[in-house]
């Protein structure tokens, strides 16, 4: 009797090594490897579903033009994901050219508002689901000005440091403190408000 | 509490202070209800929103999606290649356009030598057709030095 076993996948070094040489299979492999991650971070940042696809696949091209320069001091995801970050900071940064600042950015940048929100006790896991309450999250977050949901998103999804995001985000760490706080600050409120929602 | 405090607090909260700072935050948060309960707050967001992003799935198929990515890449080949494919041809170009050349010269200097060789060959002038003519008071007087290689006619009209 003959036992089977499979194979198991190729690592992703493995596979960056060889699309480094011009492997246009094992790159699509790659590609479809982490797709849905790099996505993903797009669509955190831009909250707009073409979008995210649109630079997701940008992202994916420079990441081979650029695959040469990477040599593994971060994982190919990381990589990758930073790719596509950066990419959709400077599509914020074009977008911001033609609109007017949010209502938000104002109310924080005139002397901070979210100084004298009230403190609120957020405990919304006490009846919801795990996935519920990530809908929750997520639909509190969409809600929230580009700049400040960036900052979160690279702080808590991505667990960057603060000098680390004011270097991504182009600013003063000061600003990423400040962003960061006025986040929270109104996740906490919104989170607060959607229970009381709910509730109802 | 001011401002200062307050991102003090949530320095100390993401482990952004110096040990000395954090010893006074630490503090600050014994005696402070203020302090404390803004720091419950930020806290509970911070340990909501880490573990809890939903995941957004791409609609595209693995197929589709890619087909966009590699139209892409081919239309930036050229400038762009990170692998070696152009240099693998690279060392076909530097062959064979000198080689071409050398073969290319070596054919034409062939057909010059062949042109006096056949003109030399006797066989090749006996290929060449007599030439007649009716015309009346006209006659011909023709010469062949095989040695130097050469035919003169001499064509008199009265």
Known sequence: ?200 | MNRESQLRLQRYLDDELAPAESREIAELLVHSEEAKALYTELQAIKDLVRGNELEHKLTESREFYWSKIAREIDRNQPAQTPAGRIRDFSWLRRWVLPFGGVAALAVLLAIALQVPFTLRSGLRLAEIPDIETTADGTSLISFRSESEGISVVWVDSH
Not at chain 1, 177 to 198: C, D, H, I, P, T
């Open chain 1, 1 to 200: 009797m003959s036992t089977h076993t499979d194979k198991p996948p190729p690592s992703d070094e493995i596979l960056v090594r060889l699309a480094q040489k011009g492997d246009m299979a094992t790159f699509e492999e790659l590609v479809a490897r982490h797709r849905e991650r790099i996505f993903a971070r797009a669509f955190s940042i831009m909250r707009n579903e073409e979008e995210a696809i649109d630079l997701s696949q940008e992202a994916w091209v420079k990441g081979w033009q650029r695959l040469k320069q990477f040599h593994g001091d971060s994982s190919f995801a990381t990589w990758m994901t930073r790719i596509v970050i950066n990419l959709s900071l400077d599509q914020l940064r074009k977008q911001k050219r033609h609109r007017t600042e949010s209502i938000e950015q104002m109310e924080e940048e005139a002397g901070g508002v979210e100084r004298h929100m009230p403190v609120v006790m957020v405990n919304p896991t006490a009846r919801l689901e795990q996935s519920e309450l990530r809908q929750t999250i997520d639909k509190a977050m969409a809600q929230l000005s580009a700049e400040h949901r960036t900052v979160l998103v690279l702080h808590e999804f991505e667990q960057m440091e603060y000098k680390q995001i004011a270097k991504v985000v182009g600013c003063s760490i000061g600003t990423v403190m400040s962003r960061l706080f006025y986040a929270r600050r109104r996740l906490a409120s919104l989170l607060a408000g959607l229970k009381r929602e709910e509730e109802r």
